[in-house]
């Protein structure tokens, strides 16, 4: 039980210091993926060049969102999926069953997430 209620009464700030705290762990993350994880870094040189051709071929802001809204969950896919990993690798480095399936599963997040970009973009181009 004592566990339990340290976690209850453990601080938490609110108000701007809150968003604040959050901005800067988003920061950190956002740089640490960069640095860390190279699947993110080639992602985000696709996002580089999908988006702005997403914002010249969308022919009104609805095409556009759509063009663009798939790229960007590859990249919040990819920041899961990153987390995933880590938090699987800190927990032990041996091969276990539950760790490689945890690990699979968060890539086929991500390869669905590339399955949904290229079908929202042929639906959206092809049905012109």
Avoid at 75 to 86: C, F, K, M
Avoid at 95 to 109: C, F, N, W, Y
């Amino acid at each position: 039980m004592e566990a339990n209620s340290a976690a209850i009464d453990r601080y938490k700030p609110r108000g701007v210091t809150r968003v604040v705290r959050a901005l800067v762990a988003s920061i950190k993350g956002l740089v640490g993926a960069f640095r860390d994880e190279a699947a993110f870094r080639q992602e985000l040189g696709c996002a580089m060049l999908v988006i702005p051709l997403g914002l010249w071929l969308g022919r009104n802001g609805v095409e556009r969102a759509l063009l663009i809204g798939p790229v960007l969950l590859i990249l919040i896919v990819e920041l899961i999926n990153s987390a995933i990993e880590a938090t699987v690798d800190r927990i032990g480095l041996e091969r276990h069953v539950l760790a490689g399936l945890a690990k699979d599963i968060g890539s086929a997040a991500v390869f669905m997430s590339f399955i949904l970009l290229g079908t929202v973009w042929l639906l959206v181009l092809l049905g012109r």
